[in-house]
């Protein structure tokens, strides 16, 4: 199993991002995705978990920032977040457990992960 994290990078405040999350190994489009974040200094956040039928479950701290979608074709989530602050600064990993139901609110929910890739929110 593996994924890979792409689109990080430096953004100002008030922009937006888009990630993707492109996986292999697994069968993916029968399988929920969930990405969390981690900021510095701080313990894992879930943020938003897509499952094979293309439904959503986003966490309410992210005040509707967040869209996020899969393109089983190309066995890629994305995720875009809005409006950025400098607290959406924080390295952005995908997850999943080969599970359509399991979503990945911990670490030890789920035993696959990414690298991860680092959101800069500043100027």
């Known amino acids: 199993v593996k994924l890979v994290e792409h689109g990080g990078g430096l953004v100002q405040p008030g922009g937006s991002v888009r990630l993707s999350c492109v996986a292999s190994g697994f069968f993916f489009s029968n399988s929920a995705i969930t990405w969390a974040r981690q900021a510095p200094g701080k313990g894992l956040e879930w943020v938003s978990s897509i499952f094979r039928d293309g439904t959503a479950l986003t966490a309410d701290s992210m005040g509707g920032r967040i869209t996020i979608s899969r393109d089983n074709a190309k066995n890629t989530v994305y995720l875009e977040v809005y409006f950025l602050g400098p607290e959406d600064t924080a390295v952005y990993y995908c997850?999943?457990?080969?599970?359509?139901?399991?979503?990945?609110?911990?670490?030890?929910?789920?035993?696959?992960w990414g690298q991860g890739t680092q959101v800069t929110v500043d100027t």
């Open positions: 997850a999943t457990n080969g599970l359509n139901l399991k979503t990945c609110r911990t670490r030890a929910d789920c035993p696959f």
